[in-house]
């Protein structure tokens, strides 16, 4: 009977019960059939036969409250059909901490700000906490005693449109500042707009607070918040992880098993297939596209209009977004992941606060894209002089110089159509200047439209899509030196003698396209070569508006090899006649 208890306990992961089953006296050895034994299958204890032989085990701290397994396999599941949960709280309790700390990385802007608000927009991203996956929404503070129309009443709004994609809600508050008049407005505010998600408490910032009592006293009053028991963690630091882990899994299960009994399938074969399908085509794989310009030109605006929604906070402010916004969309059945960045500004070295943060986030996210977006204003276009002005261009040629595809937007086209000289005027301006401007690249693509109004949504993501098939373009080697024969052939050279000698021409890589050119010979391609290579490459291909990398390597020349022999005079081989009964050797000169 104790044998059948003690492998029940095992078979259960029990090893609470099956060390206090350990103490007991067992029956004689005989009489049992044979156990295997624990220390193999990974408990960390042995039988009372393998006590002399097991190991002993290393002295070291034990792991407090370690998590437990889930019975569902959230990695297998499409990101669509993961929950939902969005953080809520009051400006200042730590959500952009807690959701950098969820998605494993710091893409949230967390900056201390009594006074302010960091965050603006709706973040969206994938959550991993031990094997749990869901995706998590990062919405900005909450006052509910904000004047209608502005900042803070728009973002409220938005965060109440969001919940309603939401299944669960972690609301967080200070542990530190206790319960606050602002957090049970804010809990009132839930049960108003929230009455069907499920909401836990959290109270950040305990790493300050380990006291039993101090920490006791807390839970009891945020109890008042009327969300059952709240659960202490630090972002930070990442302590309470385990209890929040034990918290979700629960919950979490339940809402997959109701999706699985609603016939919805875990996995996503539609998207392993096309994954499988478009590995060889680089051009099918998921674009990254990066909104970058000046503040105030309209970069949050042209984002909304190509979701189709109000996904960002749009207003006449200057500066109005500080985080830089990722955010995915279909379009012709390929994947567009859209990154909205904050206004480029020049720095200066006096900006302090989230506006440093935000300029050094926006150039990270140019780094990481594939094509780059550059807003410009219409209508300052049509009032200065220029088209472009110092930080536009840097962005660009920043853009250029790291192989990244340029497409140039120039929004607010409605505020000119009244004025139709003036209209036709900037039309015809801005790509020659852009041409000026940028000589290493020619033709970059201009679009020109009205993202308030929403006419030209479709001509930026073709020109978009164009440039993305270009920039992934890959040529035969076969097909480039049957081009390289006749190019090298129209262009005029001085003599023969001066002309290069290119063995061969390829393309090593792609995204951008870049090409080798393998010389023989002493001379090599000049600048005024590769220029002219470079041009003929755009013409003769169709790849204009996107760098092109052009480099030349020499072959170097087989040696001679040396024979060691030193003997300077004729060499004598032997040469053996033979015949039955004697052998003669002949000496013979060559």
Not at 189 to 198: E, M, Q
Not at 249 to 260: A, G, K, V
Not at 342 to 371: D, F, Y
């Amino acid at each position: 009977m104790a044998a059948a208890i003690l492998r029940a306990a095992l078979r259960r992961s029990r090893p609470a019960a099956a060390a206090l089953l350990h103490h007991r006296p067992l029956p004689s050895s005989r009489s049992l059939p044979p156990l295997p034994s624990l220390g193999s299958a990974g408990f960390g204890y042995s039988t009372v036969a393998d006590e002399s032989t097991a190991p002993v085990k290393p002295k070291g701290k034990a792991r407090k409250n370690p998590m437990k397994q889930s019975r569902f396999d959230f990695t297998k599941v499409d990101a669509a059909l993961l929950p939902t949960v969005i953080l809520v709280g009051r400006p200042n309790v730590g959500k952009s901490a807690l959701f950098n700390r969820f998605i494993r990385r710091r893409e949230a802007l967390v900056y201390n700000t009594p006074g302010d608000h960091v965050t603006r927009d709706i973040r969206e991203g994938v959550a991993k906490l031990g094997d749990l996956r869901f995706r998590v929404l990062d919405s900005a503070g909450l006052e509910t005693a904000a004047t209608s129309g502005s900042i803070l009443a728009r973002t409220a709004d938005m965060t109440g449109n969001v919940l309603a994609r939401s299944q669960f809600a972690i609301f967080l508050i200070d542990v530190r500042d206790g319960l606050q008049p602002l957090d049970l407005e804010v809990g009132q505010w839930l049960r108003r707009h929230a009455s069907g998600i499920h909401t836990i408490v959290a109270m950040n910032k305990s790493e300050s607070l380990d006291e039993h009592g101090v920490l006791t006293a807390a839970a009891g009053e945020a109890h008042r918040l009327g969300f059952g028991d709240p659960v202490a963690i630090s972002a930070e630091t990442g302590l309470g992880m385990a209890e929040l882990y034990e918290t979700l899994r629960p919950l979490f299960e339940d809402y997959m098993f109701q999706l699985t009994n609603n016939g919805l399938n875990q996995d996503d074969p539609t998207s392993e297939a096309e994954t499988e399908a478009h590995e060889g085509d680089e051009s099918k794989l998921p674009l990254q596209l990066a909104i970058v310009g000046r503040p105030n030109v309209g970069k949050s605006t042209l984002l909304n209009t190509l979701l189709q929604e109000q996904r960002v906070l749009v207003g006449p402010e200057a500066g109005l977004t500080r985080d830089s916004i990722r955010t995915q969309f279909q379009f012709d059945n390929r994947t567009v992941y859209l990154v909205d960045t904050a206004g480029w500004m020049e720095r200066s070295g006096k900006e302090k606060g989230p506006a440093s943060l935000s300029v050094v986030q926006s150039r990270k996210n140019l780094m990481r894209a594939h094509i780059v977006a550059l807003v410009l204003d219409g209508e300052k276009i049509a009032k200065s002089k220029s088209s472009m002005n110092h930080p536009e261009v840097l962005i660009a040629r920043q853009a250029i110089e790291e192989g990244r595809g340029l497409v140039v937007i120039v929004n607010k086209m409605d505020l000119l159509r009244e004025n139709r000289p003036l209209f036709d005027k900037v039309i015809d301006a801005v790509p020659k200047e852009i041409q000026t401007v940028i000589p290493q690249v020619t033709g970059i693509p201009v679009v020109f439209m009205s993202a308030l109004e929403g006419r030209g949504r479709i001509a930026v993501m073709r020109q978009v899509i164009d440039t993305y098939e270009k920039w992934c373009l890959r040529l035969s080697t076969s097909r480039l030196n049957r081009w390289l024969r006749k190019v090298m052939s129209r262009h005029s050279w001085k003599d023969s003698a001066t002309q290069p000698k290119v063995k061969y021409f390829t393309q090593v890589k792609a995204r951008p396209p870049t090409f080798v050119a393998f010389m023989s010979g002493k001379v090599q391609l000049s600048d005024t070569d590769i220029r002219f290579l470079t041009k003929s490459l755009k013409e003769d291909f169709d790849i204009g508006g996107i760098p092109i990398r052009v480099v030349q390597r020499s072959i170097p020349r087989k040696e001679t090899v040396k024979s060691n022999s030193r003997n300077t005079g004729p060499r004598i081989n032997t040469r053996m006649r033979t015949d039955k009964r004697t052998t003669v050797c002949e000496p013979t000169t060559s």
